[in-house]
């Protein structure tokens, strides 16, 4: 019995020195975790966290994650290019049309964006196969034919057109398109025909006068076609294409002082613009202002030599705007922006 308390001390002897022993190995293990080198000091989970949404995110907000069902790739892809995120939006639309590549709303979009990036071949072909997924729509034939417009194939985009007013005799923009193609194809009657229904239809329209102008131009009607292009200013005064095509008729009409005045505001709209400068030239010289259409022949990057000979040189200098289209008119009007 006499060993028995011995025993018992010397187990509790060797229990606390195991216990200072684990203690200081715990503390040893901790420092050397503390000692090893951080190679970044980022945490990078499985899968990185979403965004929040931003507080005060409006509805064309592009979705902080890509999506997953054809209609969400639509609107994703909407949302890019309202963001004039237009290649990203390309990419959007091409995983809808792959997950449905028989709806014809894919193909539209497709188009659109194209559209966007003046891509205008590649456009006229999504549309065409937006319209054999749905050879009904007006919305695609006046897609269609516009794009044909831009690419001056007149003929085709007449008829394209033409059913698109039919379809939907309502819209204004398809009877001004339609104007513009029979413009191209030199049916000036039938395009006047044509952007009357359209004005009919909105009377507010800048580009539907300056489509009458233009043909009002080209068939020597200079008086109404003044009075057209002053019409679409006062919807859009800061058009620069519409000041060019006015100045462009006074130079016609032989008022050279009022065109000078009018190509110079054109300027503050487009002061790279040479050919623009060219004008201002050619109509000094009808004036007979040759220093200073000298000056302005520079500034459109044709050189003028001897000062002696400087009438001499400047008409034959005129010899290079005679080869200009002095009427802007005569070139179809831009609409890619309009398209969407």
């Known amino acids: 019995m006499a060993q028995f308390p011995a025993l018992c001390g010397f187990i509790a002897i060797l229990a606390l020195g195991l216990l200072s022993i684990s203690f200081v190995c715990a503390e040893n293990l901790t420092q050397n975790q503390t000692d090893l080198p951080v190679e970044n000091n980022t945490l990078i989970p499985e899968e990185p966290p979403l965004p929040a949404a931003p507080e005060n995110r409006s509805d064309n907000a592009t979705p902080p994650v890509p999506p997953k069902s054809f209609i969400e790739w639509i609107d994703y892809g909407r949302n890019l290019s309202d963001a004039d995120h237009y290649e990203e939006a390309l990419i959007a639309f091409n995983e809808a049309i792959t997950l449905n590549s028989a709806s014809s709303s894919g193909w539209i979009e497709y188009g659109k964006t194209l559209l966007a990036l003046n891509q205008l071949e590649d456009a006229r072909v999504s549309f065409s196969r937006a319209l054999d997924r749905d050879n009904s729509s007006p919305e695609i034939e006046r897609l269609l034919g516009t794009t044909e417009l831009l690419l001056g194939q007149y003929s085709a985009a007449a008829k394209r057109l033409e059913n698109s007013s039919i379809q939907n ?172």
């Open 169 to 340: 005799p309502e819209d204004p923009l398809v009877w001004n398109y339609l104007a513009q193609a029979y413009k191209g194809l030199e049916k000036y009657e039938s395009g006047l025909m044509a952007i009357r229904r359209s004005l009919e239809l909105d009377m507010n329209s800048s580009e539907g006068w300056k489509t009458l102008a233009d043909i009002l131009t080209l068939q020597g009607k200079y008086p109404e076609a003044i009075a057209a292009y002053e019409k679409s200013l006062t919807l859009d005064p800061a058009c620069g294409d519409t000041l060019t095509s006015l100045a462009d008729v006074y130079y016609k009409a032989g008022r050279y002082d009022e065109a000078v005045l009018l190509y110079n505001e054109s300027l503050t709209t487009n002061p790279e613009s040479k050919e623009i400068w060219l004008k201002i030239a050619k109509t000094f010289e009808s004036l007979g202002s040759f220093d200073e259409a000298a000056d302005a022949y520079t500034k459109g990057g044709v050189e003028i030599l001897g000062e002696e000979t400087a009438a001499k040189n400047l008409t034959n200098s005129s010899a290079f705007t005679d080869e200009l289209n002095l009427s802007s008119a005569e070139n179809i009007t831009e609409t890619e922006g309009n398209l969407t």
